[in-house]
């Protein structure tokens, strides 16, 4: 449950920046991949190669949809939680997100704070059983 708050903070700082600044540093996430790579029995190599490959077409693509900093975060999300979490998460996002477009008319969204609520969703039940 430590490695998921920790992750969950680091979710919070990049979520600020990607608020503030419309971009994120993806250095941050370099301590919760290896703390995932470590402690976490997910299938690092299958995330990458899925990584690397929504990176190539999304960058033909001109981050046009999405940007490679929510890509970042998804990677490493997903070595975090299940595969029915990480589905649940990305619904959570998305329903914010066309909420939030729906009353604001923008047409560059911040993602990251939107994958952040979808992630703190997901932790209130463990949180809360224990």
């Known amino acids: 449950m430590l490695l998921d708050f920790l992750l969950l903070l680091t979710m919070c700082l990049l979520s600020y920046q990607d608020f503030k ?3 994120i540093n993806s250095l941050w996430l370099l301590f919760p991949l290896l703390i995932a790579a470590l402690f976490y029995h997910s299938s690092i190599w299958l995330t990458f190669s899925i990584y690397c490959l929504c990176l190539t077409i999304n960058t033909l693509n001109q981050e046009h949809f999405i ?3 929510d890509l970042d975060i998804l990677a490493v999300l997903s070595l ?3 595969f029915e ?3 649940y998460i990305c619904t959570i996002a998305c329903a914010y997100q066309l909420a ?5 008319h923008k047409q560059a969204l911040d993602f990251v704070p939107a ?5 703190l969703t997901c932790l209130l039940p463990q949180i809360f059983a224990k």
């Open 21 to 23: 600044e419309q971009t």
């Open 67 to 69: 940007g490679n900093g």
């Open 80 to 82: 975090y939680v299940n």
């Open 85 to 87: 979490q990480f589905w």
């Open 100 to 104: 939030y477009h729906s009353l604001t």
């Open 115 to 119: 994958i952040t609520i979808g992630y």
